[in-house]
């Protein structure tokens, strides 16, 4: 009788430790993935890098751009009276100046 008692008890030993380790992978599967170090952020962070990256590339060709413009009103006068003209309907004595209005849509 006590030989059957080992064999049953045998199985449970196993089947235990098949649980416990099954518990530990899922565990650290878990942390692997999802955690505060996890594939998960990590692939969220490198999302948000290369954004970032972009964002701050097309920011430093708009800045070169305003240098080029700024550069241009410093030293070429007839650029800057174009802008004048152009941004603020400012004209030559001699010149008049048109605004066309448009109409809003009626319905």
Not at 16 to 26: G, Q
Not at 66 to 89: C, Q, Y
Not at 95 to 100: A, H, N
Request: charged share 30%; hydrophobic share 40%.
């Amino acid at each position: 009788m006590a030989r059957s008692a080992r064999k049953k008890r045998a199985p449970a030993k196993k089947m235990h430790a098949w649980v416990v380790l099954s518990c530990v992978i899922v565990f650290l599967s878990y942390l692997y993935l999802s955690g505060d170090y996890g594939l998960i952020q990590h692939w969220k962070l490198h999302q948000q890098r290369t954004a970032l990256e972009r964002e701050l590339e097309a920011l430093q060709l708009e800045q070169d751009s305003l240098r080029v413009v700024l550069r241009k009103l410093e030293t070429d006068s007839s650029f800057m009276a174009k802008i004048a003209r152009e941004k603020f309907n400012m004209g030559l004595p001699d010149e008049e100046i048109l605004r066309v209005i448009q109409k809003k849509d009626e319905k």
